[in-house]
């Protein structure tokens, strides 16, 4: 089991400049270890605040773009430039003010049918993320949220997802939110060498203390996952997410 690390900030804004600094660290490491990051981001409201300081004047010339590949953790299974979709928003707030080359962004193929882009998603990381312990490969970041019922990627409670252990990418069927969606799975998620869940606002309170604290059951929490991850794993969290917490 890992140990998971809590971070806790006053407000979003700190947590998101605080997180910012790691993945400058983060991936200078990575490209002066190999020549090259890979890092899969996150959807929401959290993600976001943390793209646009990092597309910011402030923070945009101090990553090597060019030998960054950003890829996607889930996403809702839309077109890339619908309102919903996860790249749309990752592509508003950060890939679109940065130069990251294209060729090094890969939003999922809706035009497939879900599992057939499911498995295009997994033969683009399988090509581009370097392997390590039993094949897998690892990616230097992954950045997650967690919703205020446990869930984390697009593992949401009692969905088949959560029983996947060969496939690394799967479209996974989520209807409590009537919806599909392109998830990482277990194996992928916890293979990665760092990992980092952004959290804020009361109503994750609950959903953290469980992922962290709570008697382990992944079909009901499935951010329990993180527990067995072979890399770091730090839950960044404003005042208001960590109120659940022991400690």
């Known amino acids: 089991m890992t140990t998971i690390r809590t971070e806790v900030y006053e407000?979003?804004?700190?947590?998101?400049?605080s997180v910012a600094e790691r993945v400058i660290t983060i991936v200078d490491a990575a490209i002066n270890?190999?020549?090259?990051?890979?890092?899969?981001?996150?959807?929401?409201?959290?993600?976001?605040?943390?793209?646009?300081?990092?597309?910011?004047?402030?923070?945009?010339?101090?990553?090597?773009w060019t030998r960054t590949q950003l890829f996607?953790?889930?996403?809702?299974?839309?077109?890339?430039?619908?309102?919903?979709?996860?790249?749309?928003?990752?592509?508003?707030?950060?890939?679109?003010?940065?130069?990251?080359?294209e060729s090094q962004t890969f939003p999922v193929r809706s035009e497939m049918e879900p599992d057939?882009?499911?498995?295009?998603?997994?033969?683009?990381?399988?090509?581009?993320?370097?392997?390590g312990q039993d094949g897998l490969p690892v990616f230097d970041l992954i950045l997650l949220?967690?919703?205020?019922?446990?869930?984390?990627?697009?593992?949401f409670?009692?969905?088949?997802?959560?029983?996947?252990?060969n496939r690394l990418v799967v479209a996974n069927d989520v209807p409590q939110q009537e919806s599909t969606r392109i998830t990482f799975t277990i194996p992928l998620l916890q293979a990665a060498n760092e990992t980092i869940v952004l959290a804020t606002g009361a109503g994750k309170a609950e959903a953290v203390a469980k992922a962290?604290?709570?008697?382990?059951?992944?079909?009901?929490?499935?951010?329990?996952?993180?527990?067995?991850?072979?890399?770091?794993?730090?839950?960044?969290?404003?005042?208001?997410?960590?109120?659940?917490?022991?400690t």
């Open 72 to 101: 996607l953790g889930d996403e809702r299974f839309v077109p890339p430039d619908h309102p919903d979709s996860n790249f749309r928003m990752a592509k508003e707030a950060l890939i679109n003010h940065v130069p990251v080359p």
């Open 116 to 131: 057939a882009a499911a498995s295009h998603c997994e033969k683009q990381i399988r090509a581009n993320v370097p392997t």
């Open 145 to 155: 949220g967690i919703g205020d019922d446990g869930h984390t990627a697009s593992l």
């Open 33 to 64: 270890a190999r020549g090259s990051c890979a890092i899969a981001l996150a959807g929401g409201s959290t993600p976001k605040r943390l793209y646009d300081l990092l597309a910011s004047d402030e923070f945009r010339d101090r990553i090597d």
């Open 157 to 165: 409670p009692g969905t088949n997802a959560l029983a996947e252990n």
């Open 11 to 17: 407000d979003a804004d700190q947590l998101a400049r």
């Open 212 to 246: 962290i604290e709570g008697p382990q059951n992944i079909d009901e929490t499935p951010c329990q996952i993180l527990r067995e991850s072979r890399g770091a794993v730090t839950f960044a969290l404003d005042r208001e997410a960590a109120a659940g917490l022991s």
